[in-house]
């Protein structure tokens, strides 16, 4: 399934931090790439977990969490050895998810080492890919509907332009039923708009849409 939140897979993905932020003491005498490749496989590696934490709570119909900085540190600190501000994963659902994920990694592949990484890179780096997350939801959003409807309705252009409209309008006062099917989904805010200050709220219905468009492309 196509990445539901973004991540490995998206272009341009930069993590700004000051120098002194970005490595203890330690690090000044190790060979940069090997700092360099820790602090890149810990950024990939916590892009996937979630994602995969994400699918499987979509799968059970199960509530998502937060996407904040709190939710990526405890990815990375999940997928890195060393971290003296280790986080304890305390919630079941990310225990299992960290637990499958290990299950399909390679075991001779070691996770990334944050031994020589100051706590403060994994503060920037967790508020920078919560940041990069939301944007990828809330931007992402209407291109898929876009092509969920195409492939589920059969329709383009001006019909469809018309429907998503509707679907996504403060209030509807028709009888369409794809529009009222469609407008029980979609999560609001106080004004009726889609909630973009609550992505993780979308993120199941996104997972709706990829699951539809998946199984069609094998048929």
């Keep these: 399934?196509?990445?539901?939140?973004?991540?490995?897979?998206?272009?341009?993905?930069?993590?700004?931090?000051?120098?002194?932020?970005?490595?203890?003491?330690?690090?000044?005498?190790?060979?940069?790439?090997?700092?360099?490749?820790?602090t890149n496989k810990a950024v990939a590696e916590a892009y996937i977990l979630p994602n995969l934490r994400v699918v499987r709570l979509c799968q059970a119909g199960r509530p998502i969490p937060v996407l904040d900085q709190e939710f990526y540190y405890q990815c990375l600190s999940a997928?890195?050895?060393?971290?003296?501000?280790?986080?304890?994963?305390?919630?079941e659902d990310l225990r299992q998810s960290v637990e499958?994920?290990?299950?399909?990694?390679?075991?001779?592949?070691?996770?990334?080492?944050?031994?020589?990484?100051?706590?403060?890179?994994?503060?920037?780096?967790?508020?920078?890919?919560?940041?990069?997350?939301?944007n990828h939801v809330v931007v992402n959003f209407y291109r898929r509907f876009q092509k969920y409807v195409k492939q589920r309705v059969g329709i383009t252009g001006k019909e469809r332009y018309e429907l998503l409209r509707d679907v996504l309008a403060p209030a509807y006062a028709g009888s369409d039923e794809r529009v009222l099917e469609f407008r029980r989904w979609i999560p609001r805010n106080a004004e009726g708009y889609i909630n973009k200050e609550k992505p993780h709220l979308i993120l199941p219905v996104m997972y709706r849409f990829l699951q539809f468009i998946e199984l069609e492309n094998y048929r």
């Design 79 to 91: 997928v890195s050895v060393g971290l003296t501000a280790r986080k304890k994963v305390d919630d």
């Design 1 to 38: 399934m196509e990445s539901i939140m973004g991540g490995v897979t998206e272009p341009n993905l930069f993590i700004r931090c000051s120098l002194k932020s970005f490595c203890q003491e330690s690090a000044s005498v190790l060979p940069w790439d090997s700092v360099l490749k820790d």
């Design 100 to 134: 499958l994920y290990k299950s399909w990694r390679d075991p001779n592949v070691s996770f990334a080492s944050s031994a020589h990484i100051s706590s403060g890179w994994f503060q920037n780096a967790s508020s920078q890919m919560a940041t990069n997350a939301s």
